[in-house]
């Protein structure tokens, strides 16, 4: 039978206790992507969405969502976390943003769950800032891409 790390012995939900562990320094690297259509792409671009700077309001929410991470997933630890980036990369062949999150820490665990939130959030703000132009934006390929620190040590998404 597998060991789950959030369950204890009565199979009761229960944070991982993370006291022993060594404090190291920790990041992590998510990315995702939002397309859209070839008229929102070009709003997007030239900043002309009604509702303002569309990349600059995702990059505060993502910056945003990574330090609220443990509201919003079960079990989450509170951490303090020392940086977080976040960078948009147009890809006009495909009308879409490709979106890059980064989070540090020096703690007992991980970032992972926080960079990942940051580029779901952001590519949601997108979404949110340009439905009147485009309901059928796609939000996808959200995934870790690297991460270091801990005793897993590092890694490397490898693509398939």
Do not use: W
């Given at each position: 039978?597998?060991?789950?790390?959030?369950?204890?012995?009565?199979?009761?939900?229960?944070?991982?206790?993370?006291?022993?562990?060594?404090?190291?320094?920790?990041?992590?690297?998510?990315?995702?992507?939002?397309?859209?259509?070839?008229?929102?792409?070009?709003?997007?671009?030239?900043q002309s969405v009604v509702k303002g700077n569309v990349l600059e309001t995702a990059r505060i929410?993502?910056?945003?969502?990574?330090?609220?991470?443990?509201?919003?997933?079960?079990?989450?630890?509170?951490?303090?976390?020392?940086?977080?980036?976040?960078?948009?990369?147009?890809?006009?062949?495909?009308?879409?943003?490709?979106?890059?999150?980064?989070?540090?820490?020096?703690?007992?665990?991980?970032?992972?769950?926080?960079?990942?939130?940051?580029?779901?959030?952001?590519?949601?703000?997108?979404?949110?800032?340009?439905?009147?132009?485009?309901?059928?934006?796609?939000?996808?390929?959200?995934?870790l891409t690297e991460k270091s620190g801990g005793k897993s040590g590092r890694f490397r998404r490898?693509?398939?």
């Amino acid at each position: 039978m597998p060991i789950f790390t959030h369950l204890d012995s009565q199979g009761h939900v229960r944070m991982v206790d993370v006291t022993e562990k060594n404090s190291t320094e920790r990041i992590a690297v998510a990315q995702g992507k939002i397309s859209m259509n070839c008229d929102t792409f070009e709003k997007i671009q030239h900043q002309s969405v009604v509702k303002g700077n569309v990349l600059e309001t995702a990059r505060i929410a993502g910056i945003m969502a990574a330090k609220k991470t443990p509201d919003l997933i079960p079990m989450c630890h509170p951490l303090n976390i020392t940086h977080v980036n976040i960078d948009f990369f147009p890809c006009e062949d495909e009308t879409a943003y490709g979106i890059v999150a980064s989070v540090r820490l020096r703690g007992q665990t991980g970032v992972e769950m926080e960079a990942l939130t940051a580029v779901s959030v952001a590519a949601l703000t997108i979404y949110d800032m340009c439905k009147s132009y485009d309901k059928n934006m796609c939000i996808s390929d959200i995934y870790l891409t690297e991460k270091s620190g801990g005793k897993s040590g590092r890694f490397r998404r490898q693509d398939k």
